[in-house]
Structures are given as C-alpha cells and as structure tokens.
C-alpha cells in the first residue's frame, strides 16, 4: 500500500501544471526570503486567501515550494549584506558576512545554496524512511524532555561567544531576560511591560532581528564608506560558487550531522528552527579541529546552520502531516490552508491521504531543489551587492526594513524597536558583545521557563528522572565537556611525544 | 577599557531594572527564572568588571594601543552619529508625512547628500519606491502608514 500510494504521487508530476506551480512556488519563496522582514511565512500567508479558488493539488504544492526556498532566498542578504533575509538565517552570517568581506561571498553563497537545498532533500528521505520510528518518538517525548532539548539550545550561547566568554553570556542572559517581557504562560501575568500595552504580547521577532543586523550593519558600512568588498576582492564568476558547492562534499560529515539535527529538531513541534540553526553552528564549532577560526569567516560556518534550516522542513512536515501538531511557524500557515481545503491533518493523512501526503513530501525535494539551483545560477551576479556604494547601498537597505519592518504587523511601535534594537545592536557591535548570543536567548529563555513549570507541575521536583531526559542530560554533560576533555588528551598526547 | 567597564555597568543596571520590576509580581513561579537570570547576570557583570580591573593594574598606566585597520578607525560614535541622525530623521518623517512621502524624500536626499550624480539618485529613488509600492501596497496589500498629517 505505501508503495503503492508513493508511485500514484510520483505519477502526478507528469503534468505541466504541477511544475509550474513549483516554480511560481520557488520564485516567491527565494524573493520573499531575500527580502529582509518578510520571509516565507509572509510568503504562506500572503497566498492563503488563494487556496479558496485553487484545489488541494494546487494549492498544497505552491505552500510547500514557498517554505523550501524562503531560507534558500534569506542566506543571500545574511551572507553578502550581514542582514538574515530571514530569522532562521541568523547563524548564517556569523561565517557567511566574513567571507563576504574577504572577497568569497560567492564561495560562501554556493556552499549555502548546495547545504541548504541538499539539507532539504535529505530530510525528506529522512521523513519517508523514519515514519515508523519518528511517530512513537513523538509521542514519547514529553515537557521534561522539552526542557533539557531548550537547555541544550541555551548552552551553545556560550559555544556562539566570539572573544570574550564573558561578554558572549551576558548578551544571553539579557536575550533571556528580554524573552521574559509579555504574558507569563503559566500566570498570565503581563510582566516587564512596563505600562505599556504594545508590550503585552513581548517583542516582535522581525523588529528585534533587523533591529540587531540590519541597522548596525548600514550604519557601520555608512561610517567605512565605500562597499561590502572591494571590487578587486569579489570572486564573481560561476566557479566561485561552484567552488563553495564543492565545500560541501569536501565537509560532508558537517553536512550530514547538520542536516540531521535540523531534521530532529524540526519533528519536534514548539522548538523551531532557530534552535536548530544554532545547535547546529555549535556543534560544528564543538566538534572542529580549529573551533578558533569559527567567526572569521569560514565555510563550515556556513555549511552546518544552513544544513540544518532546510533540514528541519522534512521533520516539521512530518509533524504536521501525521499528527497535525505544527512543527514550525511556516507549518502553522500550512496547517491553516489544509483546514481551508477541508482536510484535517493528523493519522488520516498517513491512510486516507497517503498519496496527497507522499506528494507534499516529494515537492519539498523538488522545491529544495529547485530553489537551490536557481540561486546557484544566480549567485554571482547577487554576489555584485556587495560591491553596490555605500552612499546607494545604505538608504536602499534602511527603507526597505523599515517597509519590511512595519509591514509584519502594521504597527508603528515596531519602528519603535527597530530603532531601539539598532541603537543596542550598534552598542553590542561596537564593544564586542556577542549579537547572536542575544538573540538565541531571547528566543528561548521563554521557552525554557514554560516547559520547566510545566514539567515541574506534572511531574514534581524529579521530573528529570526519565530515559529520553537522562540522555539529554548526558548529552547536555557531553557538550560541556567535550572541549575540555580533548584539549586534554591532545595535551597528554603532546607530552607523550615530547618525551619520546 | 573604561568602556568596557561602562557596558558592564549598563548591564548591571538592565538586570537591576528587571530584577526589582520581577520583586513586585505575587506569584512566585512568575519571578523566580528572571530573579535567578538578572542574578547570573550582575554576577557575570562584575566578574567582567574584576577582570578589567585586573588587566589594568597588570599593565600599569600605559596602556597598549592596539593596532586598527583603516576602516576600523573610521568606526566611531561621531561618524555613526550622521547615518543615526538619517535614520531617526526617516523614522520621523514617517511618522509625521507617511510611509509614501518619507520614502523618496529619503532616499533622494540621502543620495544627492553623498554626492551621487542627480539622475542616478533620482532614478534610484523612481525605481525603488515603484518597486515597494507594487509589492507592499498593491500586491501584499500592507495598509501603509500615512503620516499625522494625511490620516
């Protein structure tokens, strides 16, 4: 039977029509992730009033196509102008900007486009041969166990520390304490809001991400004058990008942890991909034989978070198909066009809907695919961006994140902490405090509050005494002293020699 | 150096902020994780304090200069303060004149401002808007902001 119903959704992409809605599908998805602010998500939502003139096999098909390339499009701007097209692509530019400015963007951009668009595949093989294992999986998988995967996210804020550890903490310790502004999920209590009513839902994302990059980054740029790279530093031919593809197979072990640990955690549904990105960075950082160069500008910088983003869509598809629990925030659009089509994800779509099912899946390969090749192309001639003047540059970038900015939420307040962030952002750039320690505190710091009281409620002080929180807890542990205990055998090692 | 020791000292102040405003809340589970993280943070603050105390008295007075390149020497609070100004200035305009009216008045004046030939700032600032009104007002259907003036 599944055989069956998986060769009925491969039939279904010998029509044109089907084709065209995924590249239709592709295109807005890489436009809406270059753009900063907007993102697939916007992308979903924008192209939900459609779904009630299209049929599911039209509409379902464009969603998924969107939500496969919206990180494709978002690493171009987080590589080659410092700014995360989309959140999720934060991490990105920890390596990726570096490389921009030492005249690599095009290599950086080809390793993202090849990690990112094959990250995607591959979680898509992942999602059709784990079904039967992930399934019990989430079921299993408690608020106990919650807390420990958030704790293990929150750890790698100390692994993101560039320079100094200190400086790197402090920016995620007041990440958390800033995720603590709104309603209180366990009380409702409004805390932090200061009387203000803006504040009562907490900080917006798109304000408070651009307001950390975008800002700071134009205003720096303003200050050197000139542009990104110099033109005799942009690699701008194909070979470039060829050449940050290759990187890929070079690190494929990098590529292949990454991807699966964006997969996991994307079957997790409350998680999301920023913890994914940066688990991932982390233990890219974690695990390398020279975890010093990380920040500089190097390729495996931008091969592991880029891995991950994409590597999460498989897992949190799965999610939703099977259990109709969003896994990520581009699921919940997705979930919503389903329910406006009048189906109800959930066990039906691992029977009744098993080709429909089959299908999404399938696309989100092709989508990736696609959306991967079209960068490819086109990377070096995005790659030009970077040698764009400042004096043109900057206003360019400025009014489009107010406009991305603003139009999120139709608020004005939002402007508001744009500002605000980007006078922070600036601050935090200027003396060396970590921006992206920040922002993975900020986004979860709430997360691990409401999971432990929640944990602690139904399972009392012990609630950690379970096998999938033990593991955590050991890998947790394992994290902590995985550098320590390797600096120590090298240096046991070294003495060794030395005496021999 | 001392301003390292400034920023340490702001962030004391934010985790003050918050610590005392987390006091006041009745619920316990409610004040708990913030008084424990504005902890961590006075905490991590003084420790970064010591720790540049210390690295001054080992010095002495004199203290090394660091060597900066070119463009990091151009990285200073008086030349963040002119793109600042823009910015604040753009933010105002929006507020006052609206999203359509602020954007190329911008755009236009920041270009011929920095000395960019005036049909490629004019042509810039033609296209860009064009551009941002398609996709923002007709296509996504953003009800923009008009300004205190024309709402």
Redesign the interface.
């Known amino acids: 039977m599944i055989f069956q119903a998986f060769f009925e959704a491969l039939q279904s992409f010998l029509g044109l029509e089907i084709w065209l809605i995924l590249f239709i599908g592709a295109f807005v998805g890489i436009i809406f992730g270059i753009i900063p602010g907007l993102g697939s998500i916007v992308a979903m939502a924008v192209f939900l009033p459609l779904v009630f003139f299209m049929t599911p096999d039209q509409a379902l098909p464009l969603f998924i196509a969107i939500c496969a390339t919206g990180y494709t499009g978002g690493s171009v701007t987080a590589i080659l102008l410092n700014i995360p097209g989309t959140s999720p692509n934060a991490a990105t530019l920890i390596d990726g900007y570096p490389m921009t400015q030492k005249g690599e963007g095009a290599r950086a951009l080809g390793a993202a486009l090849m990690s990112s668009a094959m990250g995607g595949m591959l979680s898509v093989f992942l999602a059709l041969g784990m079904v039967p294992l992930v399934l019990p999986l989430i079921f299993a998988i408690t608020s106990a166990d919650m807390v420990f995967i958030v704790l293990i996210g929150i750890s790698f804020i100390a692994v993101l520390s560039k320079g100094s550890m200190i400086k790197g903490l402090l920016a995620g310790c007041i990440g958390i304490l800033i995720s603590f502004i709104g309603h209180h999920v366990t009380t409702g209590l409004i805390r932090f809001s200061f009387g203000t009513i803006y504040l009562i839902d907490g900080l917006p994302l798109i304000g408070l991400t651009l307001g950390l990059y975008a800002i700071p980054e134009m205003i720096s740029l303003a200050a050197r004058g000139g542009s990104i790279a110099k033109r005799e530093n942009v690699v701008l031919t194909l070979r470039g990008t060829w050449e940050g593809a290759k990187d890929v197979f070079r690190h494929w072990g990098l590529w292949l942890r990454s991807s699966v640990i964006g997969y996991i955690i994307g079957i997790i549904p409350g998680v999301g991909a920023m913890t994914s990105i940066f688990v991932a960075y982390g233990q890219a950082k974690h695990i390398s034989k020279h975890p010093e160069k990380f920040g500089t500008g190097i390729v495996e910088g931008v091969i592991a978070p880029e891995s991950a983003n994409n590597g999460k869509e498989g897992g949190a598809l799965l999610t939703t198909l099977a259990l109709g629990i969003p896994g990520s925030a581009e699921m919940v659009v997705l979930l919503g066009a389903f329910l406006m089509l009048g189906i109800r994800p959930g066990p039906s779509m691992m029977t009744q809907y098993l080709p429909l099912s089959f299908k999404l899946i399938q696309i989100l390969f092709i989508g990736s695919l696609i959306g991967g090749v079209v960068c490819f192309f086109l990377a070096p001639r995005l790659a030009r961006v970077a040698m764009i003047p400042a004096r043109i540059l900057v206003p360019l970038v400025i009014v489009l994140v107010f406009v991305g900015t603003f139009s999120h939420q139709e608020q004005l307040m939002d402007l508001v902490v744009l500002l605000v962030f980007g006078l922070i952002g600036l601050a935090m750039k200027k003396y060396g405090f970590n921006r992206p320690a920040l922002l993975l505190g900020w986004v979860l710091g709430n997360l691990f509050e409401k999971y432990l009281f929640i944990a602690y409620g139904t399972g009392g002080p012990l609630f950690f005494v379970r096998p999938i929180s033990l593991t955590l807890i050991a890998v947790l542990l394992g994290l902590f002293l995985f550098q320590p205990v390797k600096k120590l055998i090298q240096r046991r090692s070294a003495m060794k020699d030395g005496r021999a | 150096m001392k301003?390292?020791i400034i920023?340490?000292v702001v962030?004391i102040v934010?985790?003050l902020v918050?610590g005392i405003?987390?006091l006041t809340?009745d619920?316990f589970?409610?004040k708990i994780?913030?008084l424990i993280?504005?902890g961590?943070?006075i905490l991590?603050?003084v420790?970064?304090i010591l720790?540049e105390v210390r690295k001054q008295n080992n010095s002495g007075e004199a203290e090394p200069k660091e060597e900066v390149s070119e463009?990091e020497a151009?990285?200073?609070?008086p030349?963040?303060a002119?793109?600042?100004i823009?910015?604040?200035c753009?933010?105002i305009a929006?507020?006052v004149f609206g999203?359509l009216i602020a954007?190329p008045v911008?755009?236009f004046a920041?270009?011929m401002v920095?000395?960019?030939r005036w049909y490629?700032a004019l042509s810039?600032t033609v296209g860009?808007s064009a551009i941002?009104y398609t996709?923002?007002v007709v296509?996504?259907k953003?009800?923009?902001?008009k300004g205190l003036i024309f709402a």
């Not at chain 2, 151009?74 to 609070?77: A, D, G, I, L, R």
């Not at chain 2, 953003?142 to 902001?145: D, K, L």
């Open positions: 301003q390292n920023s340490y962030c934010i985790a918050f405003t987390a809340y619920y589970v409610a994780v913030p993280t504005c961590l943070v991590l603050a420790i970064g720790t463009d151009k990285e200073t609070w030349h963040y002119r793109t600042v823009w910015v604040v753009l933010f929006v507020y999203f954007i911008f755009l920041y270009m920095y000395k960019t490629v810039i860009t941002l996709v923002f296509l996504l953003v009800n923009v902001y």
